[in-house]
């Protein structure tokens, strides 16, 4: 199975972000999973990668030809496509991929979540989600989640549609049971 894991690019954070994402790639392609990713180097993208990479797992980067500069685009990728767009890509980025994974990560992380998230809700795609919550970092997105189904902004049956988990083979293991 290619599982899809958007995350920040960002390569100044805890280390704890990045130790934690590269556990869950090594442990991907362990269980023989693949890895469909925006290609980046750095941040959780690259850590996804570097893990899947140590262990010779399959990895496809989708990005933009406009990131194609000198050490943004992670270099070992076993297949790499560019796009002309961000919405291309994370078209690609969903039809390469049977799950989702969201690592930590800013706006643009938020935002493809949030795309992914709508499109389940909306019945467009049937896929495990899951919210990698390394060191609490997705509580306050789990209790917004919340708050907008108090609030009526949302259905309640819209909590369900993805999971928030801290433990890389406990999620694995809820994509590959995913029914």
């Known amino acids: ?11 100044q954070l805890e280390q704890i972000y990045y130790d934690k994402t590269e556990e869950l790639g090594k442990i991907m392609a362990k269980r023989g999973h693949g890895l469909v990713f925006g290609g980046g180097a750095t941040g959780m993208m690259g850590a996804a990668a570097r893990g899947v990479d140590a262990e010779g797992g399959y990895i496809l980067g989708i990005a933009p030809r ?11 990728c076993s297949e790499f496509i560019f796009t002309d767009t961000m919405r291309e890509r994370k078209k690609l980025l969903e039809e390469r991929s049977d799950a989702t994974i969201v690592a930590p990560g800013g706006i ?10 709508t499109l389940k809700s909306l019945q467009r795609l049937d896929r495990p989600i899951v919210l990698y919550n390394i060191n609490g970092y997705y509580d306050g997105m789990e209790v917004l989640l919340r708050h907008t189904a108090d609030e009526k902004f949302m259905d309640s049956s ?3 549609l993805c999971e928030f988990m801290d433990d890389p083979e406990e999620i694995l293991s809820y994509i590959e049971n995913y029914r």
């Open 1 to 11: 199975m290619n599982i899809c894991i958007y995350g920040a690019s960002s390569a």
């Open 108 to 117: 643009g992380t938020y935002e493809e979540f949030f795309e992914i998230l």
């Open 66 to 76: 406009f990131f194609d500069k000198p050490g943004v685009l992670y270099q070992n």
């Open 158 to 160: 819209n909590l369900k």
